[in-house]
């Protein structure tokens, strides 16, 4: 596999349910973003790793949990969601954290489709 | 706070036409702007980087500007054709992530 992958693609949960997102970068990179799609918004930044640090939490409620185990691996928990809370939700990774390089862009993953019922 | 605007919201050509798709951003302390193109419940793919210092950068029949100064930037696509039917995107570098405008949606008819 070479890039950024994202299982699972598609996920239908109720809001009683837990479950979580996982993000794989095959890059080298040091950095890592999740980011909220929602219809007719624009991309919302969520959280940022940089070396398995988380350096930005943007203001997103409790009930999604990040977690960076290692540079090359995200997961995104989430528990007890909303139906505001469907979106495709995109794991980006770049080498370096952005705003450090005016010449690094981020690699963005296929995507998780969720659906809150 | 910065802000990314996006004009057109959406766009419908014929094929074969010359367009050009707007950028405007709120701060000008940024470190580059990218355009991204984005498919339909897909991921985003980079098109052009430019960085804070450059004013214009190419690749193939695409072409992208940077008035840093102004807050603007154009993505202009020559000759367009039924495959460049997506969702074009403009993101600026600021403080730790991307900021991203709405997109705009093309449609290129054949």
């Known amino acids: 596999e070479t890039g950024v992958t994202q299982t699972p693609r598609h996920l239908v949960m109720g809001m009683t349910n837990k479950k979580s997102l996982k993000c794989e970068q095959h890059?080298?990179?040091?950095?890592m973003y999740w980011y909220k799609q929602s219809a007719k918004k624009p991309l919302e930044l969520m959280f940022v790793y940089s070396l398995e640090e988380r350096v930005e939490n943007n203001s997103v409620p409790s009930r999604f949990s990040p977690e960076c185990p290692n540079s090359s691996h995200l997961f995104l928990h989430l528990h007890t969601l909303q139906p505001e809370d469907s979106a495709l939700y995109l794991c980006?990774?770049?080498?370096?954290?952005?705003?450090?390089?005016?010449?690094?862009?981020?690699?963005f993953g296929p995507g998780t489709r969720l659906t809150v019922l | 706070k910065q802000e990314v605007t996006q004009i057109p919201a959406a766009l419908s050509v014929p094929e074969g036409e010359n367009l050009v798709l707007n950028c405007s951003f709120t701060?000008?302390?940024?470190?580059?702007l990218q355009w991204f193109r984005q498919d339909p419940g897909k991921g985003l793919t980079s098109l052009l980087l430019?960085?804070?210092?450059?004013r214009e950068q190419t690749s193939g029949r695409l072409n992208a500007s940077l008035d840093k100064s102004s807050g603007r930037s154009t993505l202009y696509i020559a000759a367009s054709q039924p495959g460049d039917s997506a969702t074009y995107l403009c993101?600026?570098?600021?403080?730790?992530?991307?900021?991203f405008g709405s997109g705009t949606r093309l449609q290129v008819q054949p």
């Open positions: 980006a990774s770049s080498q370096v954290l952005a705003g450090f390089s005016s010449t690094d862009t981020q690699y």
């Open positions: 890059l080298g990179h040091n950095a």
């Open positions: 701060d000008s302390a940024i470190y580059n």
């Open positions: 430019i960085q804070s210092s450059q």
């Open positions: 993101a600026v570098s600021y403080r730790r992530a991307l900021t």
